[in-house]
């Protein structure tokens, strides 16, 4: 397929690149040739960088660079299209000019997608003759590495247009959400840009600092940017005008705050003008110093209401789903919860109160969503109550750890943030239980153990439990205690997938190392720091970490009990995948679900056949798999294999 991208800036030569790693033609479109060539040299040194990460081989990056091709005549180009992505500046007149000229040039049924954050998608295709076919699809920066597309309707968009452009989407390698209809800023720009002018009111009444602010909402909510630091980020005058434009066609969905247009107004347009609500030093990015205590006393509903008021919105008139909406602020801001499922955890009515508080004070716009006022008075405040915009009442919280399953995945998350989610006795006890009633229940077929919160997996023993224990007897005891939950999860029929985010220390590495599979974050840390308390890693960590990672890699973790990178714990085979912490969730039940497809009794096999063969000579080993290999033909599930392929379907296996 040939693909036209109009527009060789920063957006249009990052969606040329993706588009032509996804294998096909491109060509690329600007006024000038020069602009052109340094779009080509930009794509070739991103592509390098790729190379050199090993995320594609040379003969990829080659590849692609022949699929590029370049022309500064929009109609000659818009002839040989076949799909067209426009990428211009945000200027509506500019790209309904654009648009009148593809409509002109481009051959029946070829697909106009404008790649727009904030401009209506309808507007733009009353240029053409053609609005069906007109669609919009939002690219985040810097396309080649941001995960998340936006594909929006216009009016008269067909269901057709949107199929096709997510697939689209889909063979570049993003993630899609889909906005429903053509309301300012699409799904993800009308909840951020909200909550970016609610903490420039903040500051603006005084009710707080802006490090204060951002404090509380880096700490407390996991953001991994403070809402007035991304507001410099991205540039005042972007987030200022992004603002004024969604006013005039929606004043209901944000408030623009008075300080922003002062800054604009002033050439405080943040990190590039060194000035914003942070001043800044030399080089091309230096993160301001937001003190973790300066946040302590602000109440994040209060700074995060207004953006789950305005999704509860969206979800309410039908703009996107619950999933999208969340899928769309953790894969495009970076949440690591989506908005809504942070609601749930807030708790309804607290939402709803901070909403009537605030409006009480400053006005409508303040006024809860119908919705949100509705679930309040069914009783549907989240968590607490078991339903709100999730279900929660396949969920059961023990002492320690939280235990849900759904569809065919049992969850087992380790519940004491407070405590980086340190092992503690009870805890091990409630893992155990766990894991009994999970192989107990058919329904389930995988596991997946995670940290409650996104600081640590687990940081280890709770070290305050060393205190209470007087004698070595007691302390082989307690060794015991935890090797048993190792080997429980080890020894658990079922697949077990290791969800690791944050802090994966003593002993929650080698329960990460008990596992069958382990996804971690980018940011996560790893190690062994026993011997720096003058001890050994008493949980298997000694036995495991060796047959993972090698006998020679194990010592130089045990014996210098430093941490390790995540990078570095895949690279050493540690850990199997690395994702964005945003796509932890994603990606792990996606392996989930794949493992809960394949057939249970065979799973078990060549998990026993894995765990213990290679604990044997070889010959012992053997005869291991050959009993267990010989075992499996005489289950329904090998049957109902070779049925399924000889038929050509997708099999049905039962565990049986």
């Known amino acids: 397929m040939r693909v036209v991208v109009i527009g060789a800036g920063v957006m249009g030569h990052g969606i040329a690149e993706i588009t032509a790693l996804a294998g096909h033609e491109?060509?690329?479109?600007?006024?000038?040739?020069?602009?052109?060539?340094?779009?080509?040299?930009?794509?070739?040194?991103?592509?390098?960088?790729?190379?050199?990460?090993?995320?594609?081989?040379?003969?990829?990056?080659?590849?692609?660079?022949?699929?590029?091709?370049?022309s500064v005549s929009l109609e000659e180009a818009a002839k040989e299209a076949n799909f067209v992505i426009e990428a211009v500046p945000e200027n509506i007149d500019l790209k309904r000019s654009?648009?009148?000229?593809?409509?002109?040039?481009?051959?029946?049924g070829v697909i106009l997608a404008t790649n727009t954050s904030t401009l209506p998608i309808t507007e733009i295709s009353q240029a053409t003759n053609r609005p069906e076919l007109v669609v919009g699809m939002h690219f985040f920066n810097p396309p080649p590495l941001m995960p998340l597309v936006e594909v929006i309707y216009g009016e008269k968009t067909s269901d057709d247009t949107v199929a096709k452009t997510v697939e689209l989407a889909k063979q570049m390698g993003k993630e899609v959400v889909i906005c429903r209809k053509d309301v300012p800023g699409f799904i993800v720009n009308r909840i951020v840009g909200p909550l970016l002018n609610e903490a420039c009111w903040m500051v603006h009444r005084g009710e707080a600092r802006p490090e204060e602010i951002d404090s509380a909402v880096r700490y407390k909510a996991g953001l991994p940017m403070g809402l007035l630091e991304l507001a410099d980020y991205t540039g005042i005058?972007?987030?200022y005008l992004a603002a004024e434009s969604v006013k005039k066609r929606d004043p209901s969905n944000v408030m623009p705050c008075p300080l922003f247009k002062e800054y604009y107004e002033k050439g405080y347009l943040g990190m590039k003008s060194k000035r914003g609500f942070y001043t800044y030093g030399e080089?091309?990015?230096?993160?301001p110093q937001i003190p973790r205590e300066?946040?302590?006393?602000?109440?994040?509903?209060?700074?995060?209401?207004?953006?789950?008021?305005?999704?509860?919105?969206?979800?309410?008139?039908?703009?996107?789903?619950l999933n999208d909406i969340d899928k769309a602020v953790k894969l495009g801001l970076g949440f690591p919860k989506g908005i809504l499922e942070m609601a749930d955890e807030f708790g309804i009515d607290n939402v709803v109160n901070t909403l009537e508080e605030l409006r009480r004070k400053y006005g409508d716009y303040y006024t809860p969503d119908p919705l949100l006022v509705e679930m309040k008075t069914q009783n549907k405040l989240g968590r607490k109550t078991g339903h709100g915009f999730y279900n929660y009442e396949a969920e059961r919280r023990f002492s320690e750890i939280i235990v849900k399953a759904e569809e065919g995945i049992?969850?087992?998350?380790?519940?004491?943030?407070?405590?980086?989610?340190?092992?503690?006795?009870?805890?091990?006890?409630?893992?155990?239980?766990?894991?009994?009633?999970?192989?107990?229940?058919?329904?389930?077929?995988?596991?997946?153990?995670?940290?409650?919160?996104d600081r640590a997996f687990s940081a280890g023993a709770d070290v305050t439990a060393f205190t209470e224990i007087p004698s070595p007897h007691n302390v082989i005891e307690l060794s015991q205690k935890f090797q048993a939950m190792m080997d429980k999860v080890e020894a658990t029929p079922k697949p077990v997938i290791a969800a690791i985010d944050g802090f994966a220390l003593g002993g929650g590495c080698e329960l990460i190392q008990a596992c069958d599979f382990r996804i971690a974050t980018t940011r996560s840390e790893f190690g062994q720091p026993e011997i720096r308390l003058g001890l050994i890693p008493g949980a298997g960590g000694t036995q495991r970490l060796a047959r993972l990672i090698g006998v020679a890699k194990a010592k130089e973790l045990i014996m210098l009990g430093e941490r390790i990178s995540a990078e570095e714990a895949y690279k050493m085979g540690l850990v199997n995948k690395l994702v964005e912490p945003s796509m932890l969730e994603e990606e792990v039940r996606s392996l989930a679900k794949k493992l809960a497809e394949m057939p249970p009794v065979a799973l078990k096999a060549a998990k026993i056949s894995i765990n213990y063969?290679?604990?044997?000579?070889?010959?012992?080993?053997?005869?291991?798999?050959?009993?267990l290999f010989s075992l499996l033909f005489s289950t329904k599930d090998f049957i109902e294999g070779v049925s399924a392929f000889l038929s050509k379907r997708k099999p049905e296996f039962k565990g049986e």
Do not use: C, H
């Open 26 to 70: 491109v060509t690329l479109v600007d006024i000038k040739q020069e602009i052109l060539d340094e779009a080509l040299k930009k794509i070739e040194w991103s592509l390098g960088k790729f190379v050199e990460k090993k995320r594609i081989t040379e003969k990829d990056m080659r590849n692609a660079m022949s699929r590029i091709k370049t």
């Open 98 to 108: 654009i648009f009148a000229t593809l409509d002109k040039n481009a051959g029946p």
């Open 237 to 239: 005058d972007t987030t």
């Open 283 to 287: 080089g091309p990015y230096s993160r």
């Open 294 to 321: 300066a946040g302590e006393k602000i109440d994040v509903v209060r700074v995060l209401a207004v953006g789950i008021n305005s999704a509860a919105w969206m979800l309410r008139n039908g703009v996107a789903s």
């Open 410 to 453: 049992g969850w087992i998350i380790l519940n004491r943030p407070q405590r980086l989610n340190a092992l503690t006795l009870k805890m091990a006890d409630e893992v155990i239980q766990a894991l009994d009633e999970f192989t107990a229940n058919r329904d389930v077929r995988v596991i997946v153990i995670r940290g409650a919160g």
């Open 613 to 627: 063969g290679t604990q044997v000579p070889l010959n012992v080993g053997l005869n291991l798999e050959k009993s």
